[in-house]
């Protein structure tokens, strides 16, 4: 819930900025919340076929217990994802959730969510948009 609270309000602090925002995401898919594996891995199928962003916006939208392996699929498929490839890209989606989580864990990033913007760590969803916004602005100067 912490997330899916955030990615609003920095979709909306994007919209405020009105310029180019470039959202990196690293997959930390959390034990405690049983559907988070099964999106990060729908994420980085969809990612690997241009459709990272879309995927995104469909996950953070999707019902929480919508996002079973089967649900994810239909998401994908939703956002014009091929079904084959989406299907035999899976293995090395769970290499990639493997790698990201190693690299969120060295750097030290222990609770989501955390976003890095204009240099400065924001951990948690206290943030408001125009708190968001303000570093957007400062990180494009």
Do not use: N, W
Request: glycine content about 8%; proline content about 5%.
């Amino acid at each position: 819930p912490f997330c899916r609270r955030m990615q609003q309000r920095l979709e909306a602090a994007i919209r405020q900025v009105g310029a180019p925002v470039r959202v990196v995401r690293k997959m930390f898919p959390l034990s405690m919340h049983p559907h988070a594996m099964p999106a990060a891995l729908a994420y980085c199928c969809a990612d690997a076929q241009g459709k990272g962003d879309a995927m995104a916006a469909a996950l953070f939208d999707a019902p929480v217990e919508d996002l079973t392996t089967e649900g994810c699929e239909r998401l994908a498929l939703s956002v014009g994802c091929d079904r084959e490839r989406y299907r035999s890209d899976l293995a090395g989606a769970a290499t990639r959730v493997a790698a990201e989580t190693d690299e969120v864990r060295a750097a030290g990033i222990h609770s989501l969510p955390t976003l890095f913007i204009a240099g400065q760590r924001i951990v948690g969803a206290a943030m408001s948009a125009d708190e968001l916004a303000e570093l957007l602005r400062r990180g494009a100067r």
